[in-house]
Nanobody
Framework: QVQLTESGGGLVQAGGSLRLSCAASGRTVSNNAIGWFRQAPGKEREFVAVISGSLGSTYYADSVKGRFTISRDNAKNTVYLQMNSLNPEDTAVYYC?????????????????WGQGTQVTVSS
């Protein structure tokens, strides 16, 4: 069993930055792919970024590529999402999730543990 706790969300002006954290507990997740997803009101949950297990390869949605960076600290069992150049379209609840796979998976059904989410609001 894995518990995930996200933090770091908040209100920021357009052009600003935030860093989200996803702390895992219960067991180590260093060999698992960890993904970030987001869901805006009235919209489906969408993939944002993923970091693979073991090698730490990364993959991003086109909408955030070049602005967001996902990273992991296996010693702390924590994954981060650095978000720069934020715009109002980035406003959503952001979720981290753990996959049983170590590969770069992007579909929500490929993840089996989810955090409670953290709200990110970007004002114009």
């Amino acid at each position: 069993q894995v518990q995930l706790t996200e933090s770091g969300g908040g209100l920021v002006q357009a052009g600003g930055s935030l860093r989200l954290s996803c702390a895992a507990s219960g067991r180590t997740v260093s060999n698992n792919a960890i993904g970030w997803f987001r869901q805006a009101p009235g919209k489906e949950r969408e993939f944002v970024a993923v970091i693979s297990g073991s090698l730490g390869s990364t993959y991003y949605a086109d909408s955030v590529k070049g602005r967001f960076t996902i990273s992991r600290d296996n010693a702390k069992n924590t994954v981060y999402l650095q978000m720069n150049s934020l715009n109002p379209e980035d406003t959503a609840v952001y979720y981290c999730a753990v996959s049983p796979s170590r590969f770069l998976v992007t579909v929500p059904t490929q993840y089996n543990y989810w955090g409670q989410g953290t709200q990110v609001t970007v004002s114009s």
